[in-house]
């Protein structure tokens, strides 16, 4: 077999392998079909019951206290702008905007006609840096499209794309689910109520 022949198959091998394992984990309960945008929240890993969000239009995780909270760590889950084999981050309550990088910040910006901008936006879905489940969902973590060595990760609760790094911190800061949208939650008399949000 001609060299430039085996080269295309093995890159289409690979680009369907990478497609499937998105597909794989988007079918799990609790999370949308990626050509079906719906609205979701990414939980971190650790701390439990903090959400990736904005705040500011730089991505951070936070608990969901208030209704602005609750509404800023809501996403529309999108195919990746600049490859549909990935996902984009979409804000439900900022129009057209998207998290992407910038300067290895995550930062929420205006969606611009540009390779670049859709590159930084496009982020690949892999099986968790740390393997778990949570509530029948299986854990996710987010790789750069243009970076493949850097995830998403929180670092003092900010959103940063970090090269990757064979630490159990590492692993956990790295690592989400997602989840149904976030939903309001406060402290009454020691106990934790829980608030639906109106749409």
Request: positive net charge.
């Amino acid at each position: 077999m001609p060299r430039a022949r085996s080269r295309t198959i093995l890159a289409s091998i690979r680009s369907n392998a990478v497609w499937i394992g998105c597909l794989v984990l988007l079918m799990h309960p609790g999370v949308g079909f990626v050509q079906e945008p719906k609205s979701r929240s990414l939980q971190a890993y650790k701390p439990q019951d903090y959400y990736m969000r904005h705040v500011g239009f730089v991505g951070r995780i936070s608990p969901a206290k208030s209704e602005q909270d609750v509404r800023d760590a809501q996403f529309q889950i999108v195919p990746g702008l600049a490859d549909k084999n990935c996902i984009s981050f979409e804000s439900t309550n900022v129009r057209d905007h998207y998290l992407k990088h910038a300067f290895f910040r995550i930062v929420l910006a205006k969606r611009l006609d540009e390779r670049k901008f859709s590159e930084d936006a496009t982020f690949c879905i892999v099986y968790g840096l740390h393997k778990t489940s949570r509530s029948g969902a299986d854990s996710m973590s987010f790789r750069s499209f243009n970076f493949p060595d850097r995830y998403i990760r929180h670092r003092n609760f900010e959103l940063w794309l970090d090269p990757f790094e064979n630490t159990p911190l590492f692993r956990d800061d790295a690592t989400f689910f997602m989840v149904q949208p976030a939903t309001r939650r406060m402290r009454l008399n020691g106990d934790i109520s829980i608030f639906p949000v109106a749409d």
